[in-house]
């Protein structure tokens, strides 16, 4: 079955950096686009980044922009958001998602979501 | 940016139907997903592409798009129907943004 798992949350202060990972199972990896979605305490859900099925392109909500990179390696089934420079407006839990078309749709699988709290 | 907008909260008694809008501009030319989520829980897609529905949502979910706005649908509602609906769309002409609405929590009375 599809399984996506996330870690590399936890506690940083303001201005430091953390790296998410996404550990994908129970699908070809390679052949689809994946975001990043995060959801502040209390708030809504929050689109931050997508990264093609191959790596070509990929985008970033205005919020992360020049801050967050998505990346991927398709050898390790795996889904990265670099956070540098972080501030306390991006506490939040953070999930990934597949896109199931590779590019320009919905998402239809979630992992459970893994918290970051910035804070001094 | 694209803004979808949607109420806040909507009340139903069980076995009633209940009526989730959401609105943008000209929303009815593009592709609208729903999805629930349940406290403490992660999202789960119950419509995609306006009005399909993935394998095991129960068929009492159902969406339509036309206009400026977009209706997710739960008919005979039951208890555990309530939780927070979200709808989204891409949005290709802003440099590729994918939008969520504010969500709205449904309460079954």
């Known amino acids: 079955q599809v399984q996506l798992v996330e870690s590399g949350g936890g506690v940083v202060q303001p201005g430091r950096s953390l790296r998410l990972s996404c550990a994908v199972s129970?699908?070809?990896?390679?052949?689809?686009?994946m975001h990043w979605v995060r959801q502040a305490p209390g708030k809504g859900l929050e689109w931050v980044a997508v990264?093609?099925?191959?790596?070509?392109?990929?985008y970033y909500a205005d919020s992360v922009k020049g801050r967050f990179t998505i990346s991927r390696d398709n050898s390790k089934n795996t889904l990265y958001l670099q956070m540098n420079s972080l501030r306390a407006d991006d506490t939040a839990v953070y999930y990934c998602?597949?896109?199931?078309?590779?590019?320009?749709?919905?998402?239809?699988?979630w992992g459970q979501g893994i918290l970051v709290t910035v804070s001094s | 940016s694209y803004v979808l907008t949607q109420p806040p909260s909507v009340s139903v008694a069980p076995g009633q139907t209940a009526r989730i809008t959401c609105g943008g501009n000209?929303?009815?030319?593009?592709?609208v997903h729903w999805y629930q989520q349940k406290p403490g829980q992660a999202p789960v897609l119950v419509v995609y592409?306006?009005?399909d529905r993935p394998s095991g949502i129960p068929e009492r979910f159902s969406g339509s798009n036309s206009g400026n706005t977009a209706t997710l649908t739960i008919s005979r509602v039951e208890a555990g129907d309530e939780a927070d609906y979200y709808c989204?769309?891409?949005?290709?002409?802003?440099?590729?943004?994918?939008?969520f609405g504010g969500g709205t929590k449904l309460t079954v009375l």
């Open positions: 000209n929303i009815g030319s593009k592709s």
């Open positions: 990264i093609w099925y191959d790596g070509s392109y990929k």
């Open positions: 998602a597949r896109d199931p078309r590779g590019s320009g749709s919905h998402f239809d699988y």
């Open positions: 592409d306006n009005n």
């Open positions: 989204q769309l891409w949005d290709s002409s802003s440099d590729h943004h994918w939008v």
């Open positions: 129970g699908f070809t990896f390679s052949s689809h686009g």
